[in-house]
Structure formats: C-alpha cells, structure tokens
C-alpha cells in the first residue's frame, strides 16, 4: 500500500489544527505498519482503530472550535462534512472490518479510505478556513440523497447480487484502486442535460459479467471494453430512471474512462457525489446537470452582442467629434 506520510503543504498555520494532523498522520502510518505484520492479531488492529477514532472526534472538535472563534462563514457546511464522516464513513468501514473478522484486506481498505480522506480534506476544506482555497459549494441536495441511494444499493443488489452501503456523500475523487469509469449524457425536457458519473471496482465489474456469462477473469483488449460497457450499461439504465430518463441512451467505448480523465472530468464540479462500499469493493456515483440554452436565445443573445458592437464604434467617433 502507498505511505500515509504527513508533507508540509497540508499545514495551513494553525498550530493547534496543524498539529493534529500531524499525528492523524502518524496514527494512519502505525496502523499501516501493523496490517503489514505477519504477526499481528485482531486485538492489535481494533486498539489502533479505536484511537484513531477517539483522536479523530477529538480534532474535529478542536477544529470546529476554532472556526466558530474567527466566525468562519462556511463553518456549517465544514461541520456537516466532519458528521457526515463520523456517522456515515467510519460506522460502514468498521461494520466491513468486523464483519470480516478484521481481515488484512478489510483493514488496509479502512486505512486507504482514511488516509485519502484525511488529506483531500486538509487539502481543501481546512486550507479554506485561513483562504488558501475555496470550500466547494454546490446545490443543497441533502434531501435527494437518500433516494438516490436506495436506487444505487437497489440497482447494485439486482446486477451484483452484493449489499452496497453509502459510506460517503462527500466524496471528493479518492483513487478507489483498481477502477473502471465510465460517464452518460441524457439530454432532458426543458433543455436540461444531465450527466452521471460511475466508478467500480474491478471485483464489482467481474460479478457483473460472472452473472452473464462463465467468466473468471476481466478480458484484455477491446473485449475488456465491451465488457465493462455491458455493465455500465445495465447501471445506467437503472439509475436513468432517477431522473425520468426512458429513451435508452447507447454507450459506446469513448463513454469509458481513464483514471486520469475520470478525475479531471470530476474536477468540473458535481454537486453529487456519493461513494458506496461493499464487500467486493468501492462504487462511486456523480450527477451533475446544466441548462442547455434554445436556439432562440442563443440567437438573440448573439444579436445583441452584434448591436453593442456596433453601437461602440458609433459612439467612438460620434464623441470624439463633439
């Protein structure tokens, strides 16, 4: 696994936050170091689990403090960032452990989780609270959430035949290890144009396929993106329909993506984006939505560009003269 290694860019200048991160830093570096002993034991993983915990509540509490002392305008929405992964994130990764019996994989997959949390977040809601960055702002979708994820865990309980939990509804485009990607336009009534973004692990991909044909391995080569669309495809339709999306929209191999297209596309801004969790691995699921303008009002708009331009060189002359 990569090293969770604290670097001097995640300070932001408060010593009390920045020392808390430091050791956030250690504690995930421990933890790594324990998952890669042979001799560890269950006992060694739920202690060292335990403390990051505690010492996690602790910092956001500081944290927390702290913007509410200089009056942080963003401050509920940072708050509500720290719940979300209190109650949502850490409850599922550890619910995984224990189901597994704290297996080695189980454990380095909560380590991977929080150490690209910890730093995405370092990154860019703590360094906005002292204006080095921007916090992400977006539409309030709080209340489309939980729909949105009933249909995800539904449609994925349906292809995969595998219980998916929503561990994540800030997800902020942490590598999910060895992923496909893939994204859809739909064009909607009212010159509105949605697109969704889809993430899987390569394990989720397999069981799909493993459902419609005897296959034990992803195929190489072309056939590996015929295959991946085959179950993009099947999500898609499924989760179109969150949006009233009934013509069937074809995907073709330019929909699937690289990692590093998926992440640039991601960095456009999706006001959602959720990140599930199951046993065969991480699904992530994006939207976003814009308004398309009419033809009509794109011809205006160009025609009134057209007149000022022409007004401007009228007035030039026309006051210099005077």
Known sequence: MEQAVWDEKFNIGVEVIDKAHAKLFRIVKKLLDISEDAKANQHAYKEGIKYLETY???HFSEEEAYMRSIRY????QHKR???NFRDKTLISLKRDMELSGYSLLS???FIKIMSNWLAEHIMGEDQAIVGR????R???ISSQIPVIARTVCRTTLDLFQVETTLISA????????NGFYCRQLYDLEGGIRLQLLLGLEAPLILRGLNRSAEMQAIPEGPAANEACLSVFGQLFQDMGKLFRVEEEYELKKENLMSRNEFRTDFMKGYPCSLLFSSRLGYLIFCYRS???????????AEKEKAAGRTAGRRGGPQSAVS
Do not use: F
Not at 73 to 76: C, E, F, K, Q
Not at 133 to 136: A, E, F, H, I
Not at 170 to 177: A, V
């Open 56 to 58: 996690t509540m602790k």
């Open 73 to 76: 305008g963003a401050y509920g």
């Open 81 to 83: 960032i720290h719940d």
């Open 107 to 109: 454990v380095q997959r």
């Open 133 to 136: 960055s921007v916090p992400r």
């Open 138 to 140: 977006g539409y309030d």
């Open 170 to 177: 800030e997800y902020k485009g942490q590598n999910i290890g």
């Open 290 to 300: 814009w308004r398309i303008p009419s033809q009509a009002a794109t011809a205006a």
